[in-house]
């Protein structure tokens, strides 16, 4: 029994004296010191001879299954009688239990992984090993630093993306039940969008200012390495890192800009409903029948499909038409970016864009227009993914984690505390030598 109860306890500088029974199911285990250096003064590290007295201690290390396991620890008081030593006395202390400390090295800093690394709230972290709020938080930022003070991966890809921290906050003002927003914070997110580094950093807002502020925290050496910066269509990213790293190429990946195509389809649809029929969409409809089938990929659509989607469309007459019309511009689009990494030609580019501009020259429809015109906007960038197609994938699956440690946050007082964490979850893989094998 008390062999079972020491090869459990596993705890350095200790051995156990003896294992009382508790009333409860519980066992409470008597501890006595068993490291030679714990009677080293701590002012001048000279070993002590001459016992003072004795106390006990109740540390608390991990919970062992259901039931209760109380430690003791019985150590002895020492004087120092080094003439030169201010110190005149001292209590002994191991590595794992540092004098007046209640809880467990080990405890403590299992407890600041379970939330770094585990994905686990703090609240959850304390209730499962029975330690307070403050206690955990406390463990989670000390063991946090690991992540944030070690050095930045060399990155070739930078992406960068915007996110909303939690939900928008809404609020009822009480004299004229008008709803106002309370809350609306967006966070922009720095991440390694090809290699393995994952989340780098992020930082509140989304303004020119709040990137450059990220870009000049960091080294340099660092900056100079970044070939690309993968963002979606936003001017004001773009505008930020013309100033901050004037040297790389800016990439907007082909997701943001199929979004966009949709959205313009989604526009037109509303817009010819409207003018055609007088009113807004029915159900009835075949424009609105198809709604969704709009937006899927050709390639996506079965044969049976398609003509299930146009036949009833077209023998509608106008609105048909400009849908097609405008279907057609978006299908160009895609295969314009279709090209990117096929080892396509600059003329073969050149033609697929062409075509794509002079079709939505000619289609007279106001909203196909505006969609050629911001292509135009974005050329060099939308190239540029065509050559390289760098995206921003990886920000895309972040931000989904960073969803996540949102919904869990009940847990973060403040957004420092949530970025921190979510650097953390992001960066796990990537770090994998850090972390050391305990419970
Ligand atoms: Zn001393």
Redesign the pocket.
Known sequence: MVNDTTLLLDLDGVSVMRVERLQCGGRRVHLATAEEAARA?P??G?FASRVKGSATTRPRDFPYGESRLELVWHKRRWW?R?TA?P?RSFTEQIEQIPAGVRITRRLRAASGRRVRDSGSTVIQAARDLRLSWPTVMNAFRTCVREVVEAELPDVEVLGIDETRRGRTGWEQEPDTGKWKMTRDRWHTGFVDALGTGGLLGQVEGRTVADVLAWLSTTPLTWRKNIRHVAIDMSATYRAAIRTGLPDVIVVVDHFHVVQLANKMLSLVRRRTTAETRGRRGRATDPEWKARRRLLRNREDLTDDQFATMWNPLLGDGKIGQTLLTAWIAKESLRNLLALARTGASREQVGHARWKFLTWCADANIPEVRTLATTIDRWWTEIAAFITTGHSNAKSEGINRVIKLVARNAFGFRNAENQRLRTRCVTTRQARGHLRTVQL
């Open positions: 003064c002012a001048c000279v120092c080094e030593c110190r």
